[in-house]
């Protein structure tokens, strides 16, 4: 049996982006979660008495230069060394702008793919690693044809950053389909890029492991690394879990409450049964309070005291941080037409939101707003013209909707 550890998309010393980095308790924990994420990957590997560590591009992240994350990283890939684990490693975009890349010397167990591409042979394993690396920030054209034929009557795995056939949220760099990938004749493809774990095709196996410690609530849910275990040339796959910090999406339906004291006593329950369930030791969630709750509007009035309340309980779990509490409670006396002044206000409300000039001069006044910002910070949060519009119109319901909480709060 023969295993061997495939991961990709570390990012090392990433910024993770969460507002429960307010939290002076969790900011340090947070902070460090990548190379917890890193160092959980050499433990396994070590403790597996893996064959290989593959690292499928973005070892780096961006252009930032720091010492630290180089002794760290020395250290890591020295463990490795000693327990005579070899790395393969190809670069991504990440690490084509890193000056780290091409200043630190690492040790002599780790193999580095260059632009052109190659295969080393696994030693006492008939097992060959091909990869090719980037050899810049961009790499807009296919790097198939850098890849050497595989080798006759052997295990054959390849290493790829790409983007495959285009995803969401990530740039399109070594473009190519999966037909590609699967007509080239290799028995298991180590890819990276797509921070999403997936398992494109089994005959061979195309695998994106995701990346091992997620950043912020858009990559939400458990993070893992993927073990290969190769039996007689037969490939089967396991999952290793890698994350620190676990981002979460929780809806929490608060139906059946009959006032505040019974929902602050569901919410303390519900917020202790997520923590026992957790799988990392710290998990930031972002609730989303749903259902139909008699005294809708108190809680639309004073959800900032909500916010805060479950908050605190949350931390009083030891493990539980609340990055945001959307609320999306509905009146269960709503059954017909509301006749009311305040109900006639909304719907007013609802008709200036749409109109056209009424958008207008929001959309103009956000861009005041975002002249004051960094550029970095506004391609950040706004990476394109629907992204704007899309904020404009969520601010502005938001606003609606706490001007009618506020009055049909006190008002009942």
Request: hydrophobic share 45%; aromatic share 6%.
């Amino acid at each position: 049996m023969i295993k061997i550890l495939h991961t990709a998309d570390i990012h090392l010393d990433s910024p993770l982006k969460s507002l429960a980095l307010r939290d002076p308790d969790l900011r340090d924990r947070v902070q460090a979660a990548t190379r917890g994420a890193f160092a959980r990957i050499v433990e396994v590997a070590l403790e597996e008495k893996v064959a290989a560590l593959l690292i499928a591009g973005d070892l780096y992240d961006g252009a930032a230069r720091s010492a630290r994350t180089a002794a760290f990283l020395l250290e890591q890939l020295d463990r490795l060394r000693r327990g005579r684990i070899p790395v393969f490693y190809n670069k991504g975009n990440h690490d084509a702008e890193n000056p780290i890349t091409g200043e630190v010397a690492l040790p002599d167990n780790v193999h580095v793919f260059d632009g052109r591409g190659g295969r080393v042979k696994l030693d006492d394993h008939d097992v060959w690693i091909h990869g090719v690396s980037f050899s810049g920030r961009h790499a807009p054209d296919s790097l198939l044809g850098k890849f050497s034929a595989p080798v006759a009557d052997s295990v054959n795995i390849a290493m790829l950053h790409t983007s495959l056939a285009g995803a969401a949220g990530h740039d399109t760099y070594a473009p190519c389909t999966l037909s590609d990938l699967v007509g080239m004749g290799f028995d298991y493809w180590a890819l990276g890029h797509i921070h999403k774990r997936q398992v494109h095709s089994r005959s061979p196996f195309v695998v994106m492991p995701g990346i091992p410690q997620g950043r912020d609530i858009g990559e939400a849910g458990a993070q893992s690394a993927t073990l290969l275990s190769i039996d007689d040339g037969r490939i089967t796959l396991s999952e290793i879990a890698t994350s620190q910090v676990t981002f979460q999406r929780i809806d929490l339906s608060v139906a059946g409450c009959e006032d505040e004291d019974a929902l602050r006593s569901h919410l303390r329950g519900e917020l202790r049964r997520i923590a026992a369930d957790a799988d990392s030791d710290a998990t930031i969630l972002r609730l989303r309070l749903s259902g139909a709750f008699a005294r809708r509007w108190q809680v639309e009035r004073d959800r900032d005291t909500w916010s805060a309340l479950i908050a605190t309980t949350a931390r009083e779990t030891g493990t539980l941080w609340v990055e945001k509490v959307e609320f999306a409670l509905s009146d269960p006396g709503e059954t017909g037409p509301d006749a009311t002044a305040t109900a006639e206000l909304a719907s007013f409300m609802q008709t200036i939101l749409d109109e056209p000039g009424f958008a207008a001069t929001l959309d103009s006044q956000l861009d005041d707003v975002l002249a004051e910002l960094p550029a970095h910070l506004r391609a950040h949060l706004l990476p394109d013209a629907k992204a704007q519009a899309a904020l404009v119109r969520r601010l502005a319901g938001d606003g609606a909707r706490h001007v009618t909480a506020l009055m049909k709060g006190a008002a009942e």
